[in-house]
């Protein structure tokens, strides 16, 4: 089993910035991909941003360019920087983990982030 604990998120205005943290613990992977999916009310979840433990990251295209994922000091932990946020970035954020394969899946609790004047 792995254990994602999560911190970050909270009430910000537009413009503003948050950061996400994420930290994997368990029965981790030496070959992983990491990140963040987010949920809104009505709406699927998606993905924002992912990073592999050999440094490739993706981006949804909705973000690129305003959120970065990067390792956040120890081997199986990722941070979000979330910057310039829109009101529409306003969900539920689920840290993401998997094997390389993305066979063995597993989620955090969800951290709410709210955009709002």
């Known amino acids: 089993q792995v254990r994602l604990v999560e911190s970050g998120g909270g009430l910000v205005q537009p413009g503003g910035s948050l950061r996400l943290s994420c930290a994997a613990s368990?029965?981790?992977?030496?070959?992983?991909?990491m990140g963040w999916y987010r949920q809104a009310p009505r709406n699927q979840r998606e993905l924002v941003a992912t990073?592999?433990?050999?440094?490739?990251?993706n981006y949804a295209d909705s973000v690129r360019g305003r959120f970065t994922i990067s390792r956040d000091g120890a081997e199986n932990t990722v941070s979000l920087q979330m910057s310039s946020l829109k009101p529409e970035d306003t969900a539920v954020y689920y840290c993401y983990y998997s094997d390389h394969g993305r066979i063995f899946q597993y989620w955090g609790q969800g951290t709410q982030v709210t955009v709002s004047s």
């Open positions: 990073f592999t433990s050999s440094g490739i990251t």
């Open positions: 368990g029965s981790i992977f030496s070959i992983y991909v």
